[in-house]
């Protein structure tokens, strides 16, 4: 599969997962930099599953992380790739360090790594793995002694990072010990699988998290002992929790479909995720093609950064207001598949919920924060009848309040454009012809119509549960003991 670079150096990126999980917070912002790096520079965006620690990978994983950037709206170019699948390629790539003397074979047995690293413990020094065979002739091995390959990597000089978002990097090489590149039963290891991966797909720019900036060194000796062009580096800074700490289930970092099941719209995730780290001025929002256009590597922040799901929520607030009623109405649609409730309210759909669902959409937007206060707000729309009201709500209908409201419901019948313009001017005229002030008739009418003291304008309600239901559940109301 090797990649012959496109003539006019088009920036190929890549996602790279191990499928040991659900997306996560993390991996997710990762995916949608290398994502709208491609978009901003016309490039490509592709995706690898390092799936080589068979124990701990699943298939189930994979399909979660695929499922989390499809509903991230991360699309890829081509099919994804399986490290795995690659093994032969990159013991090929093993035996050719080892034929050009770049690599060696080491015997050292696990007990003589022990005694090494003890040694080293006893003498208060750090542990650098000298191998005696890095210049010894593997002839003097006893028959058919198990061995590792190493890099030979250099012990002089330095390794030096020139990445996009942490600035030069430089490591000693004599920091850097010869690291493994083909285990003893004869599997890759990562380092190697990554440098002949990224090279063979053509990768110009690897951006990723800080916590891989110590292999950028590794995978640099590799690329320039195997005479290959580096790529560019850009390692973006971790995301710590909105105290400060370690990013940890309790500050929010589940996986990507948590978010789609709490209600979230993919715009408001990719807008948030992405000023987790980058910043165009002080703007907060931006549309995806916004983003396209204002993506650059080099504007990501150095230091971490904090996620706040309080802020997420308002992002996502922002991007309800800003939706089209029926793409919204169509998340929330796809939503239900995910929500213990769901089967039951598609039901309702199908009866005719979603006609009164879209209906009062409008008046919900400003109130809702996710998906979520969209079903828990409009419950009452597909209720079964009779209502049953909350605790405050069943205090409003006293005697006298349902008295009142069999009385409007007779003013009500009457009305033939049943809208919210109408229906408004029909209840405040019921109102001060009875001496009340549109408060005592509105709330007393919310209890008796939603079953709760909270809903969207109540003649915005009305318009939306339509006449007949309007007047079914107030006579309901009306004879209620």
């Given at each position: 599969?090797?990649?012959?670079?496109?003539?006019?150096?088009?920036?190929?990126?890549?996602?790279?997962?191990?499928?040991?999980?659900?997306?996560?917070?993390?991996?997710?912002?990762?995916?949608?930099?290398?994502?709208?790096?491609?978009?901003?520079?016309?490039?490509?965006?592709?995706?690898?599953?390092?799936?080589?620690?068979?124990?701990?990978?699943?298939?189930?994983?994979?399909?979660?992380?695929?499922?989390?950037?499809?509903?991230?709206?991360?699309?890829?170019?081509?099919?994804?790739?399986?490290?795995?699948?690659?093994?032969?390629?990159?013991?090929?790539?093993?035996?050719?360090?080892?034929?050009?003397?770049?690599?060696?074979?080491?015997?050292?047995?696990?007990?003589?790594?022990?005694?090494?690293?003890?040694?080293?413990?006893?003498?208060?020094?750090?542990?650098?793995?000298?191998?005696?065979?890095?210049?010894?002739?593997?002839?003097?091995?006893?028959?058919?002694?198990?061995?590792?390959?190493?890099?030979?990597?250099?012990?002089?000089?330095?390794?030096?990072?020139?990445?996009?978002?942490?600035?030069?990097?430089?490591?000693?090489?004599k920091e850097l010990d010869d690291l493994i590149i083909l285990r003893s039963d004869g599997s890759p290891t990562y380092n190697l699988a990554v440098v002949v991966d990224d090279h063979d797909m053509g990768i110009t720019h690897v951006i990723r998290g800080v916590d891989?900036?110590?292999?950028?060194?590794?995978?640099?000796?590799?690329?320039?002992?195997?005479?290959?062009?580096?790529?560019?580096?850009?390692?973006?800074?971790?995301?710590?929790?909105?105290?400060?700490?370690?990013?940890?289930?309790?500050?929010?970092?589940?996986?990507?479909?948590?978010?789609?099941?709490?209600?979230?719209?993919?715009?408001?995730?990719?807008?948030?995720?992405?000023?987790?780290?980058?910043?165009?001025?002080?703007?907060?929002?931006?549309?995806?093609?916004?983003?396209?256009?204002?993506?650059?590597?080099?504007?990501?922040?150095?230091?971490?950064?904090?996620?706040?799901?309080?802020?997420?929520?308002?992002?996502?607030?922002?991007?309800?207001?800003?939706?089209?009623?029926?793409?919204?109405?169509?998340?929330?649609?796809?939503?239900?598949?995910?929500?213990?409730?769901?089967?039951?309210?598609?039901?309702?759909?199908?009866?005719?919920?979603?006609?009164?669902?879209?209906?009062?959409?409008?008046?919900?937007?400003?109130?809702?924060?996710?998906?979520?206060?969209?079903?828990?707000?409009?419950?009452?729309?597909?209720?079964?009848?009779?209502?049953?009201?909350?605790?405050?709500?069943?205090?409003?209908?006293?005697?006298?309040?349902?008295?009142?409201?069999?009385?409007?419901?007779?003013?009500?019948?009457?009305?033939?454009?049943?809208?919210?313009?109408?229906?408004?001017?029909?209840?405040?005229?019921?109102?001060?012809?009875?001496?009340?002030?549109?408060?005592?008739?509105?709330?007393?009418?919310?209890?008796?119509?939603?079953?709760?003291?909270?809903?969207?304008?109540?003649?915005?309600?009305?318009?939306?549960?339509?006449?007949?239901?309007?007047?079914?559940?107030?006579?309901?109301?009306?004879?209620?003991?």
């Amino acid at each position: 599969m090797t990649h012959t670079k496109d003539s006019n150096d088009a920036v190929i990126v890549r996602f790279a997962p191990s499928p040991t999980g659900f997306l996560h917070i993390g991996g997710a912002r990762t995916a949608l930099f290398n994502w709208l790096y491609a978009k901003a520079k016309g490039g490509k965006f592709v995706l690898r599953i390092e799936d080589t620690d068979r124990e701990r990978n699943s298939e189930e994983a994979v399909s979660a992380i695929l499922d989390g950037l499809r509903w991230l709206e991360l699309d890829w170019d081509g099919e994804p790739v399986s490290q795995y699948a690659r093994a032969d390629r990159h013991r090929e790539i093993a035996e050719e360090l080892l034929a050009s003397g770049n690599a060696y074979r080491c015997y050292l047995t696990q007990q003589e790594l022990a005694a090494m690293r003890e040694a080293a413990e006893n003498e208060k020094r750090s542990f650098r793995l000298v191998s005696p065979w890095r210049d010894r002739d593997p002839s003097e091995a006893p028959p058919d002694t198990p061995f590792v390959i190493r890099l030979r990597a250099p012990n002089e000089g330095q390794t030096v990072i020139n990445d996009h978002v942490q600035g030069e990097v430089t490591y000693a090489n004599k920091e850097l010990d010869d690291l493994i590149i083909l285990r003893s039963d004869g599997s890759p290891t990562y380092n190697l699988a990554v440098v002949v991966d990224d090279h063979d797909m053509g990768i110009t720019h690897v951006i990723r998290g800080v916590d891989h900036l110590t292999n950028a060194a590794r995978q640099t000796q590799i690329y320039q002992l195997l005479g290959w062009p580096v790529p560019q580096w850009a390692h973006v800074p971790l995301i710590h929790g909105s105290d400060g700490a370690k990013l940890s289930k309790r500050h929010g970092a589940l996986g990507a479909e948590a978010y789609r099941e709490m209600g979230y719209l993919p715009v408001a995730m990719r807008n948030y995720l992405v000023r987790l780290g980058w910043s165009h001025g002080d703007d907060e929002t931006f549309t995806t093609s916004q983003l396209i256009e204002w993506f650059d590597i080099d504007a990501i922040n150095k230091a971490p950064a904090r996620f706040d799901i309080q802020k997420l929520e308002a992002v996502n607030a922002h991007w309800i207001r800003n939706t089209d009623d029926e793409e919204l109405f169509r998340r929330i649609t796809d939503l239900l598949a995910y929500i213990p409730e769901g089967q039951q309210i598609t039901k309702a759909f199908a009866a005719g919920a979603d006609e009164k669902l879209r209906a009062l959409l409008p008046a919900m937007k400003d109130r809702s924060k996710t998906l979520l206060d969209f079903v828990e707000g409009g419950r009452f729309l597909w209720a079964d009848r009779p209502l049953v009201p909350d605790a405050k709500a069943a205090k409003l209908l006293d005697g006298p309040a349902r008295e009142m409201l069999a009385r409007l419901a007779l003013h009500l019948k009457e009305l033939t454009d049943w809208t919210a313009e109408p229906i408004e001017a029909t209840i405040r005229e019921f109102a001060e012809s009875d001496g009340l002030k549109l408060g005592k008739v509105a709330q007393p009418l919310r209890a008796a119509l939603t079953g709760t003291t909270v809903s969207p304008s109540i003649f915005d309600v009305m318009a939306a549960l339509g006449k007949d239901e309007t007047l079914a559940r107030l006579q309901e109301t009306a004879h209620s003991a």
